[in-house]
């Protein structure tokens, strides 16, 4: 059963590609959902997928990119939208 999380990043999560990277990964784990970067330099994440490949996906965002540093990661599990495809947002 699908679950729906969104996710909030802090540290140094932009200027490192993070949203270009979170969208293959999130392809690649069958998550649907989008990433935006926030005008806090924080980025957030809304993303939707089977447990096991949220699992996947949440655990990559932890550390992010090679050149990314994730200080802070706050998560909070939501009503399932069945979203498709996965975006790269423009804030």
């Not at 990277?21 to 990433?35: D, F, K, P, S, T």
Request: with cysteine; net charge negative; charged share 25%.
């Amino acid at each position: 059963m699908k679950k729906h999380v969104t996710i909030l990043l802090e540290g140094e999560v932009q200027g490192v590609s993070f949203r270009f990277n979170a969208r293959n990964i999130a392809l690649e784990n069958n998550i649907a959902g989008y990433i935006i970067n926030q005008p806090d330099e924080s980025v957030f994440i809304v993303a939707e997928g089977e447990p096991e490949d949220l699992d996947k996906f949440i655990s990559w965002c932890k550390k992010g990119p090679e050149q990314a540093v994730v200080t802070n990661m706050t998560i909070h599990e939501g009503e399932v939208q069945n979203l498709e495809g996965f975006n790269i947002e423009m804030s």
